[in-house]
C-alpha cells in the first residue's frame, strides 16, 4: 500500500491538478466512483494508473470488476495519499491517471452529425463541463471547445461532466473562424444562443431546430461578441418568463440542446 502523502509519486499525481503539468505529460486526473467506471467501461485504453483505497474497492465492487476485465491494476493507497493526490475535499475513495484524448474538429464533421455543440471563451469548467454531460444527455454528436475557452482537462470539467466525457467526441480548436466553415461545408446551420437573438419559441414553431444544427455558446459574463454573432446563420434567445435576472449559461444550453434533440426525432 501507498502510504506516504509525500512521496514523489503521489506528489507527481497530484500535480496534474495543474495545466502546465497536464500540458507537459499528456495526462490528466480522474476522481470518484463514476468517473472512474465511465472511464473503465468506455475508454479503459485511457487509464494509465489507479488508485482506491481498500474500503473504497470493497464498496464499489463493480469498479474493481471493471478493472481486472480491463486488465487495470489497482493501487491500494491510504485515506491521507487520496486526499494528497485528489483535487477535491472529498475524493470518495477513487483517483486515476489517463491519458488526453481530444477528437479532430476534422473527423467529428466527417462522422456526419447533425447536433453539435460548440464553446467559444466558455471560461468557468462547471459550466463546461455541465454543457458537455448535457450534450451527451441530448444525444449531440460531439462538442467542440475554442478560443480561449477553459481547457478541457481541467479536474472540474471532468468532474462536472460526470463521465460523460468519455461517451463522446470532445475537440479543441484553435479558433471560431475554423469550425465555423466546417460547419458550413458540412451543410449544418449555425444557431448562437444570445439574448439578443430570436424567441427559441419562435424558432420551434417556424421548424427552424429540426434542421442539423451547430449550436454556439460563449462567454458566460459577455456572451458572444457582435463578430462571433455574424458568423452564425441566426441568434436565438431563451425567454425568461418569471423574474429571475438571467439563466446560467449550463442551463441555458441545455434547455437549447434538448429542443434541438426534441425536434429532430419528432
Not at 462547471?126 to 467542440?144: E, K, L, P, Q
Not at 463521465?163 to 444557431?191: N, W
Not at 455574424?230 to 418569471?242: E, F, H, N, Q
Request: proline fraction near 5%; include cysteine.
Amino acid at each position: 500500500m501507498l502510504d506516504n502523502p509525500r512521496s514523489p509519486r503521489v506528489r507527481a499525481v497530484a500535480k496534474l491538478a495543474k495545466r502546465d503539468a497536464r500540458t507537459e505529460t499528456g495526462l490528466f486526473l480522474l476522481e470518484g466512483p463514476q468517473a472512474v467506471s465511465e472511464a473503465l467501461t468506455f475508454r479503459p485504453e485511457l487509464v494509465v494508473e489507479l488508485y482506491a483505497t481498500p474500503t473504497a474497492l470493497d464498496r464499489y465492487t463493480d469498479i474493481a470488476a471493471s478493472a481486472v476485465a480491463a486488465g487495470v491494476e489497482v493501487e491500494f493507497v491510504s485515506e491521507e495519499v487520496l486526499d494528497a493526490m485528489a483535487d477535491t475535499v472529498t475524493p470518495q475513495g477513487f483517483v486515476a491517471v489517463c491519458h488526453q484524448f481530444p477528437t479532430s474538429v476534422k473527423k467529428i464533421f466527417a462522422a456526419e452529425p447533425t447536433l453539435v455543440v460548440i464553446l467559444e471563451e466558455v471560461r468557468d469548467p462547471g459550466n463546461a463541463g455541465t454543457i458537455i454531460r448535457a450534450a451527451d444527455a441530448a444525444g449531440a454528436d460531439a462538442v467542440i471547445l475554442c478560443g480561449r475557452s477553459v481547457d478541457l482537462y481541467n479536474p472540474k470539467v471532468i468532474r462536472s461532466s460526470t463521465g460523460s466525457i468519455f461517451h463522446l467526441p470532445v475537440a479543441i480548436a484553435a479558433s471560431l473562424e475554423d469550425v465555423r466553415d466546417r460547419v458550413r461545408t458540412s451543410g449544418l446551420q449555425l444557431l448562437a444562443a444570445d439574448i439578443k437573438g430570436d424567441d427559441l419559441l419562435t424558432a420551434r414553431n417556424e421548424g427552424v431546430l429540426a434542421a442539423p444544427t451547430a449550436w454556439l455558446f460563449g462567454n458566460e459574463a459577455r456572451g458572444l461578441t457582435d463578430e462571433d454573432l455574424a458568423k452564425a446563420d441566426r441568434a436565438i434567445s431563451v425567454p425568461i418568463y418569471g423574474h429571475a435576472e438571467s439563466m446560467n449559461l449550463a442551463t441555458a444550453a441545455s434547455v437549447c440542446l434538448y429542443e434541438s434533440a426534441f425536434a429532430q426525432r419528432s
